[in-house]
């Protein structure tokens, strides 16, 4: 008992606190510190339970708060500063399962000055979080993460802007109702400077980036400990310059180096990977006159295969990659012309000339597009555009390729539509002995429905592949509808997704049209999902909410299947008076992953007590 007469006492001073004098205002210490605080105070009784925590039952309190304020002056110092302690969905609009707390905090200095600069931090503990799947919702996750950032300008004038910036961050979770975990931390630094001399706009950068992470060995099909760690640099300077007929050159020059660590601590397995990759460009265009437009690009990589997969690595990839080729180059010339027919009807043709050496293989050839589009809306409703390419090299002539875009927007009575249609059918790729077909599509309906309702129906698509590779298709489909009523909305969704993925350590991500990945770094998936939710204000100042959300989804490394399943639930309801509002909320969470070999994890939580927002000052 003696442990709970404080607690009651705090949930006394909750309800009873609008009686007293509220406090007003900004508050000064001294005669340059000005600050300004206001948040919310929870208190009441809460219940926890289920498979994968232990029961717990008790008074509970926790809050926000958001602090603010300035030094001397704002364009001196100014700062934000937002705490949170146990905060849930069953007690508060945080979205997270669990009791979360932490920080979010930042500071700005010398604020339009000549030396501008921030610095920021954040953490959170016992949150939740999500590890990705495409085309469905993600796994979810319990941990804990942090992250700093600081940055700083000098912009002097007739002097070279310099900027620069480096931020940390790093996390580990485990995934919900398993013993798996993931961990990641990630290091970046960014240099920039701008200079303009002789008609020049210059620039240069310099990004400096590390990414390591430990991954859930049921996606990555290995067992233990799976590891994956990569870092680069990248140095690169451009310049634009005008030229005469309304035109401009543009030069850019990157080089850029990427080494990577991959394996498993269980059987000592590791590889590692590392390229360096210089990359050239020089883009001029032309306006000799208002409808005639003239352009020449000229591009050339001598890395191949390090341009085609540090994009995938420096987003966390755990890949693992081998390097098939020490020599691997592409070179590119195109030219072209585009012209305006009439207000509406334009029209572009570009040539493109291609040399490239990859796979212990030289290739060249060229290509031919021409494209054809209307700007104005035909029948008041849509718009088009077309574009057929041929294709030549060594291996075939005459290979026609086609792009097809089609728009359209009509609004009639209390009707709105909206949506488009792209097909693409042998569309070249950056290696030139491959091509991709796609087509994507989105419809969007919206109906008023008089005395203030209204209700919108949203479906959209894409489907995508390589055209010589089989098995390599990645396709979702998605809809969603949601209808809005003076005191009720409700709001519906479903979506699927289905296709190869590569493993990253934010979770499993689409796989980008690129062939040559080996099979040992492609996970397959297939999922699908569905939810609703609705929100109630039968009286004034009462509100009654409950979503649930349902998620399916089958998982195939090179060497492990997973059948995963995720529901949740969650319902609130408040009934707000003055300063003080009555809360209840319950949440009821079930996640299964068969390949963790546990069974699914469940848990259940609710809350009834009083919330009270405060202006401390």
């Avoid at 026609?400 to 609004?411: A, D, K, W």
Wanted: charged share 10%; hydrophobic share 30%.
């Amino acid at each position: 008992m003696k442990r709970i007469v404080p607690h009651a006492a705090c949930l006394l001073l909750l309800v009873l606190g609008p009686l007293g004098p509220a406090i007003h205002g900004q508050v000064q210490v001294g005669d340059q510190l000005r600050m300004n605080m206001n948040g919310l105070l929870t208190g009441g009784y809460t219940g926890s339970y289920g498979d994968s925590v232990p029961s717990n039952h008790s008074l509970d309190f926790g809050g926000d708060a958001h602090l603010s304020g300035s030094y001397y002056n704002p364009n001196f110092l100014n700062f934000t500063v937002d705490p949170y302690y146990d905060q849930s969905r069953a007690n508060s609009s945080f979205q997270s399962l669990t009791g979360s707390s932490g920080v979010n905090a930042s500071a700005n200095f010398f604020s339009g000055s000549r030396f501008p600069g921030y610095v920021s931090y954040n953490y959170t503990r016992d949150s939740t979080g999500t590890f990705g799947l495409p085309g469905s919702p993600n796994f979810t996750t319990i941990g804990t993460g942090q992250g700093f950032g600081i940055g700083w300008s000098a912009l002097l004038p007739d002097w070279p802007t310099f900027s620069a910036s480096y931020s940390q961050g790093s996390g580990n979770g485990t995934l919900f109702g398993t013993k798996e975990e993931s961990n990641s931390s990630t290091h970046t630094l960014n240099l920039r400077s701008s200079y303009q001399m002789a008609g020049w706009r210059l620039s240069a950068l310099y990004t400096h980036l590390n990414i390591s992470s430990d991954l859930p060995s049921f996606l990555s099909g290995e067992q233990g400990n799976n590891f994956s760690s990569s870092g680069g640099n990248s140095f690169g300077v451009n310049g634009i310059h005008n030229l005469p007929w309304h035109g401009s050159i543009a030069l850019s020059f990157n080089h850029s180096s990427y080494s990577g660590d991959y394996g498993s601590t269980l059987d000592q397995t590791k590889g590692t990977t590392d390229y360096t990759t210089n990359t050239e460009t020089a883009n001029a265009s032309f306006h000799p006159t208002v409808k005639l437009g003239l352009f020449v690009n000229q591009s050339y990589t001598d890395n191949l295969n390090g341009f085609l997969y540090q994009g995938i690595i420096n987003s966390g990839g755990g890949v693992p990659l081998v390097q098939v080729d020490s020599h691997s180059d592409s070179s590119t010339i195109a030219a072209g012309a585009n012209y305006s027919f009439t207000k509406n009807l334009y029209g572009q043709a570009q040539i493109t000339y291609y040399d490239q050496s990859y796979f212990g293989q030289n290739y060249n050839g060229s290509y031919l597009t021409g494209t054809v589009g209307y700007g104005k809306r035909i029948l008041n409703t849509f718009t088009v555009s077309a574009s057929v390419i041929e294709s030549s090299n060594k291996f075939a002539n005459n290979s026609l390729g086609f792009i097809g875009n089609l728009n359209g927007y009509r609004h009639f009575g209390l009707w709105e539509l909206s949506g488009g249609v792209s097909y693409a059918q042998n569309v070249q790729t950056l290696l030139v002995t491959y091509t991709t077909s796609y087509y994507n599509y989105n419809l969007n309906v919206h109906r008023r429905l008089g005395r203030g309702m209204q209700w919108t129906g949203a479906f959209n698509g894409n489907h995508s592949g390589l055209s010589q590779v089989a098995g390599t298709v990645n396709s979702s489909a998605g809809f969603s509808t949601s209808l809005a009523m003076r005191r009720l909305t409700f709001n519906a969704n479903y979506v699927q997704g289905t296709g190869q993925s590569v493993l990253t350590s934010t979770g499993i991500q689409p796989l980008p049209t690129t062939p040559g990945l080996p099979p040992e770094g492609i996970i397959v998936y297939n999922g699908k999902s569905y939810g609703a939710g609705i929100a109630l204000t039968p009286i004034p100042r009462l509100t009654i909410s409950g979503n649930y959300s349902h998620a399916m989804s089958d998982t195939l490394s090179s060497t492990t299947f997973s059948k995963n399943q995720t529901d949740i639930f969650y319902s609130q309801m408040q009934y707000r008076l003055r300063k003080v509002s009555v809360l209840a909320g319950y949440t009821k969470f079930k996640q299964g992953i068969s390949a963790a070999g546990t069974p699914p994890g469940s848990q259940y939580s609710f809350f009834v007590g009083v919330t009270r927002w405060f202006n401390f000052f």
